[in-house]
């Protein structure tokens, strides 16, 4: 299994493919082409096409910058390219890339700028910069008092791996009392029992 599994990690560019066709005659081609890739990098983010899908998301925003296109469409193409580097293991460069998405301060749609948050955390907790993360999450959860399963699973394996365990369990039992879901159950019963995981057996091959 792979450690990334124990955090939330949000996509945002998919469902591109909507109005492509009827836009192309209102917008550049630049935007429909864009688009086009964006599509074809969502299809390929898997685990053996991700630098497929990042040299998509590549060609998408380079297309998007050319033309000046709607920032929104730039902005989650950005956000994802950046969770593509995440999922290649590229946590510094992923972390940078999250970072100059954030600067565009894109915020017309604050659900969208709040996953990049969320994701950025994540990635934190992935990096081992524990107390970045905690207090990041902390942040996001003073924000988000509902509906927030997604932060806390992520709060409570970033507790795990500070041997907080008595938090981390109070975590995951509010995700499950939320939704009664848990992504994966590896983190709660390590915190049950007072011990850590395996964590390099939670990690991807080299």
Known sequence: MDMRQLVYLTRISEERDKYIWEDMY????DEIIGRIYLLK????????????ALAAFEQALSLFAENGVNKEYYFRALADKALVQCFLGEYDTALATFDQTLTM???????YHDIMLNNRAAILVLTGAYSEALEALHKQLERDT????????TLATCLLHM??????????????????FLKRDEGLIAARQGRQP????LYPAK
């Open 198 to 201: 395996d964590w390099d057996s």
């Open 146 to 153: 509902e509906n927030n399963n997604e932060l806390l699973f």
């Open 26 to 29: 209102c917008r550049s081609w």
């Open 163 to 180: 041997e907080r365990y008595s938090e981390a369990i109070a975590a995951y039992e509010q995700v499950i009392a939320q939704r009664n």
């Open 41 to 52: 990098a969502n299809g390929r983010f898997e685990n053996k096409y991700y630098k497929d």
């Open 105 to 111: 301060r894109y915020s017309s749609d604050k659900f």
